[in-house]
């Protein structure tokens, strides 16, 4: 087994000092053009490859982030993460991405291992609920960003999605197509964006002059599975309900199944609109309406905010906010 090729083997070779192949590795100005190229050749030539590990003691960093996501299987967060993956790779850092199953204490959890991890960083995505060992956790980091949540922790840079405007922009779209009976299947009731939907599902409703009843609202978690038994308990109580906005488009994919599985019509009987605009959401049949969200660059923004606070910046209030644009297809034509 051929021995692993040191700072000090090129340094040999090249005829230099190991500070000046250190120079060269970290780019710094003060080395000679030839001696530059020189080194650079004998790096290439030997297959050198510098150590993380000596650049995290010389630098106290380790080049590496943590992503946390309440669940990976949902295709906005495997996007998102996707964004957040790319963008640190182009610019030399590696990603740790822990998924918590929605479980509060498996979030205190990962945070404290990536804590030990000596991580440079950490984002944190779709925290349903706060608790003071979470907001302690989260204390441990000196860069930390959140996608599309707010903790009372003081101010941390947020990419967050004006899921307000998002909630009214569905409700508006099923409103102006003639519905007035339209349920909202919410996703569960902690969820902070949840919330926000909910609130623009009302103020499209106050626009109008009318209020949706308190029953026409229903919870369920962002799957596809609960989403299906949620609308069919829904329908079964509000039988009068003729449009559905959907948490997200997983939920939507539910309530498509249970409009089938009861003899509903899509959009003939009852027209659905998700949120998110996964890549599923176009395959579907009927093709879903939903809100579009740009999740890739919601993952890119993250990770520039935390590369921000990592090499030093104190704007720990800024808040980026990512409007969603409508997608109208035919679970609710115009």
């Known amino acids: 087994m051929s021995r692993r090729v040191t700072i000090d083997d090129v340094a040999e ?5 190991y500070q000046t192949v250190s ?17 650079q050749n004998v790096i290439l030539e030997m297959g050198y490859r510098p150590s993380r590990v000596a650049r995290s003691l010389a630098t106290a960093r380790t080049a590496t982030i943590g992503l946390m996501v309440p669940d990976i299987a949902n295709p906005f967060f495997s996007d998102v993460a996707r964004g957040v993956e790319q ?3 182009d610019k030399g850092y590696s990603v740790l991405l822990c998924n918590t199953n929605e479980d509060l204490h498996r979030e205190v959890e990962v945070l404290q291992m990536l804590d030990d991890k000596q991580v440079d960083g950490v984002i944190v995505c779709g925290l349903r609920q706060e608790s003071a060992p979470l907001r302690d956790a989260m204390a441990r980091f000196s860069a930390a960003v959140l996608v599309n ?10 990419v967050l999605i004006d899921d307000v405007r998002g909630g009214y922009l569905a409700t508006r779209h099923l409103l102006r197509s003639g519905h007035r009976v339209i349920g909202y299947v919410a996703g569960p009731p902690t969820s902070y964006s949840g919330r926000r939907r909910a609130e ?78 996964i890549q599923l959401a176009a395959l579907m049949t009927p093709a879903l309406t939903t809100c579009h969200i740009p999740r890739n660059d ?23 906010d990512i409007e969603p644009q409508l997608i109208i297809r035919e679970s609710a034509p115009a």
């Open 298 to 320: 919601i993952g890119r923004l993250a990770l520039d905010l935390l590369l921000r606070q990592i090499n030093g910046s104190q704007e720990n209030n800024t808040v980026i």
């Open 200 to 277: 623009g599902y009302r103020q499209a409703f106050a626009e109008l002059g009318l209020l949706p009843q308190s029953g026409w609202t229903c919870h369920c978690l962002p799957i596809v599975e609960d989403g299906t038994v949620a609308v069919q308990q829904l329908i079964h109580q509000q039988p009068d309900i003729t449009g559905l906005f959907c948490y997200n488009d997983l939920v939507a994919v539910g309530a498509l199944r249970a409009c089938a599985a009861l003899g509903l019509r899509v959009p003939d009987d009852m027209a659905i609109v998700g949120y998110d605009d």
């Open 87 to 89: 963008s640190a790779y």
């Open 149 to 158: 949540r707010r903790l009372k922790i003081g101010p941390l840079p947020t």
């Open 23 to 39: 120079r060269v590795i970290n780019n710094r100005p003060d080395v000679s053009p030839a001696t530059r190229r020189r080194v």
């Open 13 to 17: 070779k090249a005829g230099v000092s």
